[in-house]
């Protein structure tokens, strides 16, 4: 059975710099916080954590003093860093470069939106890390869809402007947009595509990796939002694709009668796990108890 490793998936540069900054950090003191899980893959949480790096709870956050804290890329609303500065929390602020530029864009779009009345809305996922910090911006006032259902909740006499939570899929924009439109004929609409091309970029290698192999493997953690439009895709073009988290939900009946199986990730899964997972497919291909 071949077995290949997709050299294209693994950490995007936002997740890798937070990493950094988290070890970095951690050589010189043995502890450290993170406001939510640092990226969500378990396996590297778990790496982390062994190294003295805390996960806490945004409820935990706003009873905590005289500590550090890591931000981690996803971004995070005003509230955090006012919080920090009354509280003498020294913040190592690891926010995406992306997310950030995007957090700038929708506090001023808000700000200048007050004079005709305009309703912000963003594209992305209720409750998700990112889309939190991009809401904060707007002092909760900003409206989330996820999809074409979500928007009975817009008021289309009132102009509207969108943008998107970074790690949402092109194709997913593009039909809201439409709809959008179709919807709106008489107020204005300004739709920006702030997707991250980082992101963006990866779908047409999936598609060419996922698409070779008789089995494909999709390892991603179960919170991260790129990793569902990355399987998504993945399934579009191979429906023989498998979502997996950790090694223990590999079934060995899956590898019956197949001469192929491609390995691939969303941009919050460590290369080292896909590696893991590749290393055990090896086990279970020679009959060793795994």
């Not at 929708?106 to 409750?127: A, C, H, M, R």
């Not at 707007?138 to 008021?155: C, H, M, P, S, Y």
């Not at 429906?239 to 001469?259: C, G, M, R, V, Y």
Request: proline share 3%.
């Amino acid at each position: 059975m071949k077995i290949e490793v997709d050299k294209g998936s693994g950490f995007c540069f936002g997740v890798v710099e937070a990493i950094r900054r988290a070890e970095e950090w951690l050589e010189q003191d043995k502890q450290l916080f993170c406001l939510g899980d640092i990226v969500h893959n378990n396996s590297e949480v778990e790496r982390l954590r062994k190294k003295g790096l805390t996960t806490i709870s945004h409820e935990q956050f706003f009873t905590m003093s005289n500590t550090t804290v890591l931000l981690r890329a996803h971004g995070e609303p005003p509230e955090i860093y006012k919080y920090a500065q009354a509280n003498n929390i020294k913040l190592i602020d690891a926010t995406c470069p992306v997310v950030l530029k995007l957090q700038k864009r929708i506090l001023k779009s808000y700000e200048s939106g007050f004079k005709d009345n305009t309703q912000l809305v963003i594209y992305g996922k209720k409750g998700h890390a990112e889309v939190n910090g991009l809401v904060g911006q707007t002092k909760g006032d900003a409206l989330v869809v996820e999809g074409i259902e979500d928007l009975e909740q817009l008021d289309f006499t009132r102009p509207i402007v969108l943008y998107s939570q970074t790690t949402k899929g092109l194709e997913g924009l593009h039909h809201l947009t439409e709809e959008l439109k179709n919807r709106t004929t008489k107020v204005p609409v300004k739709i920006h595509d702030t997707i991250c091309r980082q992101v963006v970029n990866r779908i047409p290698g999936i598609k060419k990796f996922a698409v070779r192999f008789d089995l494909v493997l999709f390892v991603s953690g179960k919170k991260s939002s790129n990793g569902k439009m990355l399987f998504d895709i993945c399934s579009s073009v191979n429906p023989n694709t498998k979502f997996i988290s950790e090694l223990n939900e590999i079934d060995p009946n899956w590898f019956q009668n197949i001469a192929s199986v491609g390995i691939c990730g969303a941009t919050s899964t460590p290369k080292q796990l896909l590696e893991e997972v590749a290393s055990h497919l090896t086990q279970i291909q020679s009959g060793q108890n795994v």
